[in-house]
């Protein structure tokens, strides 16, 4: 028999979202909502993407805090189904007034269906349940953090959480079957609940968010997380409470163990990132990282200034300072064996000098290190360091990267859950496209995104998180097989230029594209000026056409009065401006990852040890390339243990990756 689930609040925001992973999965739905138009159009357009032969999705409209009419709605979807194996209780609303308003009664509204109708759906679950089986009551940040602006909605969520926590363990020891109760509650998400009152109370959004400009967590990201919690029980066991913060991280706030991240008590994150599996994890990788230590180490320098790689780089060695008469690494920094580094369209550029100040810098600087991203593992610790330990994973965005082993900054480096090569992806392709897409191109549900060369490292994520945003995407490539990915990554339409002609389609079918995500340069960036809507913005990540030429200057002749008569803009992005924002974008994207909400595209070609940079550069830049190029720099026998490359590190197994 097919799972199914229940979600209450289902027409929108969260709920919605839930509704949307569990349809790929297979679930039959009873989508529930007071709402009931706009509950039909959510109904209708999940079984439209599920197509037909796709899962069957009731529903039917429903005041939570009539009980009788919610155990009704549950025993129906039994009856329907069979059984239920989810029940997601999402239904909320916000404060209702002041409560301090003697003429105000709203708040009581606030306290019963934010609070009693919870009590009724896990009442109702209980009866319903005939075997095993997950409960997930969808509060809110606010059941931990005090909340000034709305204390009825902060204290209704705060008992949904302790609710969670006390009636967790009677459910977990049904004789019928364990069900987990657990609590989802997440910091503040673009949903219809919290973009009304940005929009009509302004002076109170500020209050409540701290700012209008904040990045609001997309929904579809917190469904991943409850997804994630259903279906990783050794991580999220019954009675947990997951908050999810702002910059993505998870934190299980009421776990009582965990070890210690940056100097001070650390709060015991969700996921298969603490515990016993994760401790296991680092044994492993620091033996594996320190065992047998060579006495030199391969990498890659830039040797003199050229475009062409093979002739700008020589594979050099260097003294490894590590052993039992090493002294330890300098202090503050980190002494890392490297797994996986990334090779990017750049490389050729900084190859050629151009990520210098100017020429004269450049060749002042020779030799330089080469490579931009890795995934590492600890092997010791300089003085003053805290966060870090022998056998931790780590990242690293710097320049070096092409190298067996490394020094590396530990104010820099980026804790990650293993090391994946997937997450090397994740590095400059994954924040370039997270960062300039919220930060440079401001994009908004509803509107429409042109990403150019969208099969490639970066253009691969900017498909995915523009859809994710709610906007309709346009994905450019330039060859069969690249549109089958694109396809299957949820691009609304692929235009493969091998076959069609960009600008025809464009003028045709999208005459007004509000975002450009844009990499090519030359005629494509023309094309995409001249498909811009008025106050378009179009977000120039490169111009990769030009790179292996030397990078002549472009002419545009016309471009400041295109630009002018939309309104539009053109809008530079070099991802090292934003180092700021890496740690929270970063744990966003990997946790998006470890929920199977975003897929990461590596290319079929695989790279082993330092030696193939050359053929590998060369590879992506001879356009070849489907997904992000990855190389292994140990040798082939000389990996990390296979469970520390995947998905869930050494918890929770591998999961689905895109299909090349």
């Not at 990498?299 to 039992?324: M, N, Q, W, Y």
């Not at 053109?570 to 909400?597: E, I, N, S």
Request: proline fraction near 7%.
């Amino acid at each position: 028999m097919a799972p199914s689930a229940i979600i209450t609040g289902a027409a929108s925001g969260i709920g919605k979202n839930i509704a949307e992973q569990l349809v790929k999965r297979g679930y039959g739905l009873t989508l529930l909502d007071l709402d009931g138009t706009l509950l039909e159009t959510t109904a209708r357009a999940l079984s439209a993407s599920a197509g037909p032969g796709g899962p069957r999705i009731r529903t039917a409209v429903l005041d939570v805090m009539d009980e009788q009419a919610q155990r009704a709605a549950f025993r129906a979807h039994v009856d329907a189904f069979g059984g239920v194996q989810l029940i997601v209780l999402n239904a909320g609303i916000s404060e209702r007034g002041s409560f301090f308003d003697p003429a105000n009664t709203g708040w009581q509204a606030t306290l019963d269906v934010n609070l009693t109708a919870v009590l009724y759906g896990t009442r109702a679950a209980s009866e319903v349940m005939g075997g095993e089986g997950a409960i997930i009551a969808v509060a809110s940040a606010g059941a931990i953090f005090p909340m000034p602006v709305s204390p009825v909605y902060a204290a209704a969520k705060a008992g949904v959480a302790h609710f969670v926590r006390s009636a967790a363990r009677s459910l977990a020891a049904r004789r019928s079957g364990p069900v987990r109760l657990m609590a989802l509650c997440p910091e503040f998400v673009e949903t219809p609940l919290v973009t009304s009152v940005m929009r009509e109370d302004p002076a109170t959004a500020r209050q409540l968010l701290g700012s209008l400009d904040i990045a609001l967590l997309k929904p579809a990201f917190v469904a991943g997380v409850a997804l994630a919690m259903v279906e990783q029980p050794e991580a999220y066991r019954a009675g947990a409470v997951v908050l999810v913060r702002q910059d993505g991280s998870l934190v299980q706030p009421y776990a009582r163990s965990g070890r210690a991240l940056g100097g001070g008590p650390r709060e015991a994150r969700a996921g298969p990132g603490e515990g016993p599996a994760a401790e296991a994890q680092r044994r492993q990788l620091a033996a594996w990282a320190t065992a047998n230590p060579p006495k030199e180490y391969g990498k890659i320098v830039i040797t003199e200034l050229s475009p062409d790689f093979r002739r700008a780089a020589r594979l050099v060695t260097a003294p490894l300072p590590f052993g039992p008469s090493a002294p330890p690494p300098p202090p503050g920094t980190l002494l890392v064996r490297r797994v996986f580094a990334g090779v990017n369209a750049s490389d050729v550029n900084y190859s050629s000098g151009r990520y210098h100040a100017s020429k004269a810098e450049a060749l002042s600087k020779l030799p330089f290190d080469a490579g931009f991203e890795s995934v590492n593992v600890v092997m010791a610790v300089g003085e003053g360091v805290k966060g870090f330990v022998p056998g931790d994973a780590m990242a690293a965005l710097s320049y070096g990267s092409f190298s067996e082993y490394g020094i590396e900054p530990a104010r820099t480096a980026l804790p990650v859950p293993c090391v994946a090569p997937e997450i090397v992806a994740l590095l400059t392709s994954g924040l370039t496209a997270s960062i300039a897409l919220e930060e440079a191109g401001r994009i908004k549900a509803g509107e429409t995104v042109l990403v150019t060369a969208a099969a490639g490292g970066t253009g691969q994520f900017a498909v995915q998180l523009a859809k994710a945003a709610g906007c309709r995407v346009v994905a450019t490539c330039g060859s069969p097989a690249k549109a089958a990915l694109l396809k299957e990554l949820g691009a609304d339409r692929v235009i493969d230029y091998s076959r069609e002609n960009v600008k025809a389609v464009l003028k045709a079918e999208y005459p007004g594209v509000d975002v450009v995500y844009e990499s090519v340069g030359g005629d494509m960036f023309a094309t995409a000026v001249d498909a811009l809507a008025h106050k378009g913005r179009v977000v120039i990540i490169g111009m990769m056409s030009s790179y292996g030429s030397g990078w002549a200057p472009g002419t545009y002749p016309g471009l400041a009065e295109k630009l002018l008569w939309k309104s539009a803009a053109a809008v530079g992005f070099f991802l090292l401006r934003y180092a700021p924002l890496f740690k929270a974008h970063l744990a966003r994207l990997v946790a998006a990852w470890q929920a199977g909400t975003l897929q990461v595209a590596l290319d079929p070609r695989p790279f082993s040890g330092v030696g193939s940079v050359f053929d590998a550069v060369a590879h992506l830049q001879g356009g070849a390339s489907r997904g992000k190029v990855v190389l292994a720099l140990p040798a082939p026998g000389d990996m990390p243990p296979a469970a520390a490359m995947s998905r869930g590190g050494g918890a929770a197994g591998e999961g689905p990756r895109a299909k090349l």
